[in-house]
């Protein structure tokens, strides 16, 4: 199992940035998949959650500036951020679970510069 996470980088506040994180050796469309961030000092949390059904949940200070998406076919996640704040910087995993299933992907750095 695999779940490899790009789109990360340096960008400005107010600015964007597209995460995607695509999976490989699961039934991915079977699992809610999710993005957490860690910045430093803090502990990991979530961010935005989609399940099989594509019903989303956010954490509340993202909510109207992020977006969790899903493409079944591709066997992947999106996380569009909008309106980046230098509070959104962190280290950025994705996630998919089912059951006791949970696979994590490598962290991808967002960095929002003031």
């Known amino acids: 199992v695999q779940l490899q996470a790009s789109g990360g980088g340096l960008v400005q506040a107010g600015g964007s940035l597209r995460l995607s994180c695509a999976a490989s050796g699961i039934m991915f469309s079977n699992y809610v998949s999710g993005w957490y961030r860690q910045a430093p000092g803090n502990q990991r949390e979530l961010v935005a959650a989609?399940?099989?059904?594509?019903?989303?949940n956010y954490e509340d200070s993202v909510k109207g500036r992020f977006t969790i998406s899903r493409d079944n076919a591709k066997n992947t996640v999106y996380l569009q951020m909008d309106s980046l704040k230098p509070e959104d910087t962190a280290v950025y995993y994705c996630?998919?679970?089912?059951?006791?299933?949970?696979?994590w992907g490598q962290g991808t750095l967002v960095t929002v510069s003031s």
């Open positions: 996630n998919s679970k089912r059951g006791w299933r949970n696979y």
């Open positions: 989609i399940t099989s059904d594509s019903s989303t």
